[in-house]
């Protein structure tokens, strides 16, 4: 094809321009925000939160920017491997996982790296604009329109942005992240909205750094979250983790529900790290904060399902949080941006016309948002505070959920499949094995 627009330059836009690259002449990214030293943009505010990337978010970040892990170790950046990476639930230590590897770093530092490799390849260019609308002719996408960005009064742009430029294209991605006002485009142009799917989870999050000196030896990672011990309750530990960033940094983000929401009060979240489990206790105690607690409210998972439209655009298609934003306490987002971008690499492989709905985009692209969502709806249902929708079967699944989660505290190759599904290496299916079962059942029982 001869140009494609992606709108939106975060995380999946980012992925979505690499993939184009091998498959337009010209690729051009449409920003509205300028992003500073510190990578922070002012429409994406939980790029000051912690943000794990799960194994095949990692696999995926070096398929397409490789060597890319190399780079940011040499910045700076941590990789944690076998005891440097610990799980706890009810504040007891999972079994280790061995090759498990997890990659230490600030959203933005991960970012910034990726936007520097996307800028540098010859066919791709970026525009410091707002998308506005789409441009539609017989059934299928052949330009974007543009605006100045607001400034953060919401007034126009400074000098040098572009502004209300109409840019031809031949194939169109919205990466607008959650909310991108697509929808309410299509509608314009007299099209449906794709069905979505929403559970109300009522989440909070605060993220501080702290300086990182050798308190805690070579640990990159630690996580703990409540079990079926504790009914999912911060009753034994308080949820939350941290980890060791650039900059000789730890990241440490503390998470709740409903009403126990952590706050921006700096003494209450030292006081909270000391309800964790030892490393975040210690990091509270031995370690000074750096500048303040940055909070953020997350309301609702939410996914819309395109291909259970009957019609569609031909030559659009939907990534990243746009498509599916799920709860970010299980830290699947980055990794389903990348995944969204090998389904977008495998269709455009396929030759499609453009004149036709990207069909066989969503079918791919969705079957791995299923199995997210699936994970973390699950999860999330066992909840108190949250009241569904509960799919059919749900007791009995979360009855073997919760044996499944205490067996794999206990035993390394219970684990090593779990995580496999938690890191999204395995679909969700995996633990329904017989053997498998028959190993975790013969782990409880022996204790
Ligand atoms: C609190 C929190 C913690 C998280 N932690 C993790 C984690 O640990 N691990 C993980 O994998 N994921 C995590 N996530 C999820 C992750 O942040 C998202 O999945 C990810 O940001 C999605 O990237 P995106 O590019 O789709 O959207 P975004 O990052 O939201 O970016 C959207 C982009 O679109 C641009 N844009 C908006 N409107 C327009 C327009 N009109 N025209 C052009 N561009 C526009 C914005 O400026 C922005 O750059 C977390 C999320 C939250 C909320």
């Given at each position: 094809m001869k140009r494609a627009v992606v709108m939106g330059g975060s995380y999946a836009g980012l992925f979505a321009a690499r993939v184009l690259s091998d498959h337009a002449e010209d690729v051009v990214v449409v920003e509205p925000d300028a992003i500073g030293p510190d990578g922070l943009?002012?429409?994406?505010?939980?790029?000051?939160q912690l943000h794990a990337l799960l194994s095949m978010g990692h696999a995926q970040l070096e398929r397409w920017f490789p060597g890319v892990t190399d780079d940011l170790v040499k910045g700076g950046a941590l990789l944690g491997e076998g005891e440097d990476v610990r799980f706890y639930l009810d504040g007891r230590l999972k079994a280790p996982v061995a090759g498990a590897r997890m990659l230490g770093a600030t959203r933005p530092f991960l970012e910034n790296h990726l936007r520097r490799r996307v800028e540098g390849l010859a066919n791709v260019r970026f525009v410091r604009a707002r998308a506005t609308g789409l441009v539609l002719r017989n059934g299928r996408v052949t330009g974007v329109t543009t605006a100045a960005p607001e400034g953060a009064d919401g007034s126009g742009g400074g000098p040098g942005d572009a502004a209300g430029e109409t840019i031809d294209a031949d194939f169109a991605v919205?990466?607008?992240?959650?909310?991108?006002p697509l929808e309410d485009w299509l509608v314009r142009h007299g099209w449906d909205r794709a069905p979505v799917d929403g559970m109300r989870i009522d989440l909070g999050y605060a993220t501080a750094l702290f300086h990182r000196g050798d308190?805690?030896?070579?640990?990159?990672v630690a996580h703990s979250s409540p079990g079926p011990a504790s009914g999912?309750?911060?009753?034994?530990t308080e949820p939350g983790a941290l980890t060791a960033v650039e900059g000789d940094r730890w990241s440490v983000v503390l998470a709740g529900y409903a009403d126990h929401r952590p706050g921006p009060d700096p003494e209450e979240f030292l006081r909270r790290m000391r309800r964790c489990v030892e490393p975040l206790r210690t990091v509270a105690d031995a370690s000074t904060m750096i500048g303040g607690v940055r909070t953020y409210r997350f309301v609702e998972s939410r996914r819309r399902t395109y291909s259970r439209l009957d019609r569609f655009p031909g030559g659009l298609v939907v990534v990243g949080d746009a498509l599916a934003s799920v709860n970010p306490v299980y830290g699947q987002g980055l990794t389903l941006s990348a995944l969204a971008a090998n389904a977008l690499g495998a269709h455009l492989r396929s030759t499609p016309s453009p004149h036709l709905p990207a069909r066989n985009y969503f079918r791919l692209v969705e079957a791995v948002v299923e199995g997210a969502w699936q994970l973390s709806t699950a999860a999330d249902l066992a909840q108190p505070h949250v009241t569904g929708p509960y799919p059919r079967g749900h007791r009995a699944r979360k009855w073997v959920a919760d044996r499944l989660t205490e067996a794999s505290v206990l035993d390394s190759a219970v684990n090593a499949r779990y995580m496999g599904v938690v890191n999204m290496e395995?679909?969700?299916?995996?633990?329904?094995d017989v053997r498998f079962l028959a190993r975790a059942a013969r782990v409880l029982i022996s204790g």
């Open positions: 943009g002012r429409r994406t505010p939980q790029r000051h919205d990466a607008m992240g959650r909310n991108s308190e805690l030896g070579g640990t990159v999912y309750l911060p009753t034994v395995l679909p969700p299916k995996a633990l329904t």
